[in-house]
């Protein structure tokens, strides 16, 4: 038999005797469309794409008849093929999802108040104890403070058949009735499915609709149910992607012409009217003869909604005028509810949308140091809420206008009818990159540089346009836009429907990329609410790649710092021959330098005998034993910080040696030793060495007037003090120059904070904050200076103590001490009036020197005289320091009178 030969009934007797060919045939060619037609027919609501398989058992079964299912269908990173056990990390992350989709429900089935309290306290208590066992990193707790607290009131709606016999027996009560079912719901689908529900009891019809406008003020509002039931007067079909919803074009049929118009239709022959269209008939054989559609509207008395009622039971002749009035009674509370309903809508929009953008703060905190997770994280949200089929970022080429350096698209399972596989639009062409971790951990993200930005289409240089431009591009219709190119898509496989392109901009306003979304998963173009949330997307976006390009050089220049204190190491380090060669010298008596006299002379020893007297305080006091501190290791260090004093006049190693031996004879020769732990007197006696490490012969004032690089780096206080400490630091964590290597980590940390407070104890300013609780405490008559407070205000006057000791030295020390310090200060004050153009400090100004004397006076009284008196009073071994002070300030008093003296016979002889 020819295939010309066959007619419909061979056809059908064949399949009835060969059924199992038949069902293997329906399975491998049946396509959603006949699926849906089938279902239609047979009184079954349609399905979608996004519909999740159901499992017999895990946390992925999910139920299409309950608004409030945890289930998001259409979660964008969903994939209902993929199948997974009920692992305990997978019903944390199950749960999370079901905690965020549940905010907003507001129904819940029909069962008895018992059944209801119980199941609710079963289900509160399960749901604690899942949330509890969530990770508790900072995803989970963002999501715990940024999930909404907001609890609306549930009223379970009554079965049908129990509001029809409720009808029967009492109108009133039963009017009262569906007006509280709706009063409540704050779901549109729900509360559409219950005022469908509501209406065909109400007005004994067969069956029902409600259409909701949508669009409202803009150029094109439309009429859109999102429950599909036997209705008339429309030709569109429940669409097989997206959420199923159906739209009525404004003013089309009889549902756009009520809701265009405001007017009732109510028709007794339905197909009699030129607007009527029988589509929906002819699917499902279903007859429309009696049609009620009256206008919802809300307080304002504007058009919000269209109900439909069909089929009259029982009544050939139609609805009836009392028909028509009970619905619009009813209609009047309807319109309340869904106008509450569209208010919530909004709310919850809004509320998701600030959710996803906070989350997306989090993300650029959470993630700072690579440009492609950041891209890949703020995709994925712009993706998920959305709800778009494909996402992509474009970085711009800096060496080019209108070229991409780097293409970032996030692949999805393509919703286009037919083709649901995920596929891979493009790969990574290096094999390294194709192999990297971040590559096997998101399978989706597709990356591609300039190299092969040839085979990468965008729909013909839109995103390039709107990278020149910078201005936002929103195509409704890719395919019927002249700027997009058809054969684009040809070439990825990808069915481009609607596009929304903005620039990325960075924090100078620049365009520096673009971001792209495309096709929104429920088949319609995208909106000002979704080109309001992409443009947050793309600031957020900006900011990211902001960020992480000043990680980038933040980062280089930590490199560059490396290598530079590398150098500085090597440069500032002394050689192996300098550290043999004092090695081996024969290290003399302190006596025989006099090192343990508060008289010794600060001019007596060379420089090298300096380094060798350096060594005999450490052995003397104990420290080489004590911390078994390495002799080669302590020559080498002390070699190396005299190294790293600069030659400036005053604040140069022999100063630093100087004070070294001050605090060595006080340790010696005073009591406050008693007072002070063997590791706290290591510290100030390496504080001493390493005091003034690298000064340039300027103050601290002069460093904030000039804005230096040390006033920038360390701020306005103590600014060359923290420089000491950091390069003495510095010297320490050079190799082979830890003399405090010997300490664990604990006592390490210490002795550094001990060497920090007695470098920075050096700082004038710092020195007179504490003198007068120091002054307080010998006053009062204090012994015990055991405790933490008083330790270490005794070590800060200690540090200033040796620190200024040279006012307390025989006059000829003094004077020539004074005359270096000096020397150091007019330098200081010849650069503030030759290159900062201003008037320096009388103490600094070259032209006053003969005023040398009377700013003695002044120092020794303001600072040097009560710090040594105090002492004296404390300790009586140090009252050889104050009387030192006293004769040389009367030696500076003599000079100070011949000053005067010599001005006066000026004045007379003038």
Avoid at 399 to 419: I, M
Avoid at 548 to 569: D, G, H, N, P, T
Wanted: charged letters at 25%; a negative charge; glycine letters at 4%.
């Amino acid at each position: 038999m020819s295939m010309t030969q066959l007619s419909q009934p061979v056809v059908e007797d064949w399949f009835e005797s060969n059924k199992d060919a038949f069902i293997d045939i329906f399975l491998k060619k049946a396509d959603l469309s006949i699926v849906n037609k089938w279902l239609l027919i047979h009184g079954y609501s349609p399905v979608s794409e996004q519909t999740p398989y159901q499992t017999k058992r895990g946390s992925l079964s999910t139920d299409n008849s309950t608004p409030s299912s945890p289930n998001d269908k259409n979660d964008v990173f969903f994939d209902s093929r993929h199948h997974r056990t009920n692992s305990k990390k997978y019903l944390r992350q199950d749960f999370a999802k079901s905690k965020r989709k549940n905010i907003f429900r507001t129904c819940e089935p029909t069962m008895c108040s018992a059944e209801a309290t119980t199941e609710s306290r079963r289900n509160s208590l399960k749901e604690m104890r899942m949330f509890r066992s969530l990770p508790p990193n900072s995803v989970n707790m963002l999501s715990i403070l940024i999930q909404s607290r907001v609890r609306l009131p549930r009223y379970p709606s009554k079965d049908i058949d129990i509001k029809k016999d409720l009808r029967m027996n009492n109108e009133r009560e039963f009017f009262q009735e569906i007006v509280k079912d709706i009063s409540n719901d704050l779901d549109l689908r729900s509360l559409s499915q219950k005022i469908v529900a509501n209406i065909s009891v109400l007005v004994d019809g067969d069956a029902g609709s409600v259409f909701v406008v949508e669009g409202r003020g803009t150029a094109k509002p439309s009429l859109v149910s999102k429950l599909f039931d036997v209705h008339s007067g429309t030709h569109i079909l429940p669409t097989s992607v997206g959420d199923g919803s159906i739209t009525v074009p404004w003013g089309k049929g009889i549902i756009g012409h009520v809701a265009e118009t405001g007017d009732t239709v109510s028709l007794t022959d339905a197909s009699l009217d030129p607007r009527y269209n029988d589509d929906v008939d002819k699917i499902t054989g279903y007859r429309t003869d009696t049609l009620l559609c009256m206008p919802i509207h809300n307080a304002d008395d504007e058009v919000v909604a269209v109900a439909q009622v069909i089929n009259k039971a029982g009544a050939q002749e139609g609805f009836s005028k009392e028909d028509e009035k009970l619905l619009g009674t009813y209609l009047t509370f309807c319109g309340i509810a869904i106008h509450n309903a569209q208010i919530f809508e909004a709310y919850s929009k809004e509320y998701e949308r600030n959710k996803a953008l906070l989350e997306v703060v989090h993300d650029l905190f959470e993630e700072q140091t690579s440009v492609e997770n950041v891209i890949l994280k703020i995709m994925q949200r712009a993706q998920s809420l959305l709800k778009c089929e494909r996402c992509s970022v474009l970085l711009r080429d800096g060496s080019s206008e209108t070229s991409f350096k780097k293409v970032f698209d996030l692949a999805y399972p393509l919703r286009n009818g037919q083709n649901c596989q995920r596929r891979r639009l493009l790969t990574p062409t290096s094999p390294d990159l194709r192999n990297s971790s971040f590559f096997r951990s998101n399978p989706a993200f597709v990356f591609t540089s300039s190299d092969n930005m040839s085979n990468y289409q965008l729909g013909n240089k839109i995103a390039e346009l709107v990278l020149v431009t910078g201005e936002t591009i929103n195509i409704a219709d890719a395919h019927q836009d002249s700027r997009f190119d058809p054969n684009s898509d040809g070439e990825s496989g990808f069915h481009t429907r609607s596009i929304l392109c903005k620039p990325i901009r960075n924090r100078d306003n620049q365009t520096i990329g673009v971001a792209q979304v495309m096709n929104r998963i429920d088949g319609h173009s995208f909106d000002d609410h979704d080109d309001q949330l992409f443009e947050a997307f793309t600031i957020f976006c900006g900011l990211g790649i902001n960020n992480c390009l000043l990680y980038e050089e933040i980062a280089v220049a930590s490199a560059k710092q490396m290598v530079a204190l590398e150098v500085l190491s090597y440069h500032g380090t002394v050689t192996a021959e300098d550290v043999v060669k004092l090695k081996s010298r024969k290290v003399a008596d302190a006596d025989d330098w006099k090192l343990d006299s508060f008289n010794f002379n600060d001019f007596s020893l060379t420089s090298d005998d300096m380094l060798l007297a350096a060594v005999r305080i450490f052995k003397d006091l104990g420290f080489k034993r004590t911390f078994r501190i390495d002799t080669e290791m302590l020559c080498r260090w002390i070699l190396t910080v005299r190294k790293n004093y600069r030659n400036v006049a005053y604040h140069n190693w022999r100063h630093a040696f100087n004070v070294c031996q001050f605090m060595f004879a006080t340790l010696k020769m005073s009591g406050v030793r008693r007072h002070i732990s063997d590791k706290e007197s290591l510290a100030l006696v390496v504080a001493c060495l390493c005091h003034d490490l690298d000064h340039r012969g300027t103050n601290n004032a002069f460093q904030q007037k000039t804005s230096s690089a040390l006033a920038q780096l360390y701020g306005t206080k103590a600014t060359l003090e923290h420089h000491h400490f950091n390069h003495a630091v510095m010297i320490l964590n050079s190799e082979s120059h830890n003399i405090f290597g010997n300490f664990n980590s604990e006592e390490y940390s210490e002795v550094i904070n001990l060497l920090k407070d007695a470098i920075l104890a050096t700082d004038l300013s710092r020195h007179i904050q504490v003198r007068d609780k120091f002054f307080a405490m010998v006053d009062s008559g204090m012994k015990n200076w055991d405790d933490r407070e008083s330790r270490d205000i005794l070590r800060s006057i200690l540090m200033t103590t040796c620190d200024v000791a040279a006012i307390t030295k025989p006059w000829e020390i003094q004077r020539k001490v004074a005359d270096l310090v000096m020397t150091e200060f007019f330098d200081q004050g010849d650069k503030e009036r030759n290159e900062l153009k201003i008037q320096p400090q009388a103490c600094m100004d070259r032209e006053k020197q003969d005023e040398l004397p009377k700013l003695q006076l002044g120092w020794i009284d303001g600072i040097c005289l009560p710090l040594y008196k105090a002492l004296s009073n404390l300790d009586a071994s140090f009252k050889p320091l104050f009387d030192g002070v006293l004769k040389n300030r009367s030696c500076w008093e003599v000079l100070d009178a011949e000053r005067l003296a010599k001005d006066a016979a000026m004045h007379t002889e003038v």
